[in-house]
């Protein structure tokens, strides 16, 4: 079984960087399309962010293009999502997820594995 272990989450101001660490065990890492989400209190689950195992594809939800950075390090078995210029709306809890799928798909309901999130919270 595939374990996702999320980092890097916290409470910054407007404007500011956090750099979000999905750590990847029990698994080969190398097979597996990982993807962020995030839900805010009393909204639905979105899609973030997603990086492919096979090289160069990824994708971006159109809310965070320019600001959002994805990038995976298959020796340390790690996928980084770094946000510029936080905005109070991307206040939510950050979750990774992992597929088998080669597409860096948006759909949560391609992804099989899921850790327990991590809690940003953009606030004065």
């Known amino acids: 079984q595939v374990q996702l272990v999320e980092s890097g989450g916290g409470t910054v101001q407007p404007g500011a960087s956090l750099k979000l660490t999905c750590e990847f065990s029990?698994?080969?890492?190398?097979?597996?399309?990982i993807g962020w989400f995030r839900q805010a209190p009393g909204k639905e689950r979105e899609f973030v962010a997603a990086i492919s195992w096979f090289p160069g594809r990824h994708s971006y939800a159109d809310f965070v293009k320019g600001r959002v950075t994805i990038s995976r390090d298959n020796a340390r078995n790690t996928v980084n999502l770094r946000m510029n210029g936080l905005k109070d709306d991307d206040t939510a809890v950050y979750f990774c997820a992992a597929t088998k799928r080669v597409a860096a798909t948006e759909s949560d309901q391609h992804y099989t594995d899921w850790g327990r999130g991590t809690q940003v919270t953009v606030s004065l």
């Open positions: 029990k698994g080969a890492f190398d097979s597996y399309t």
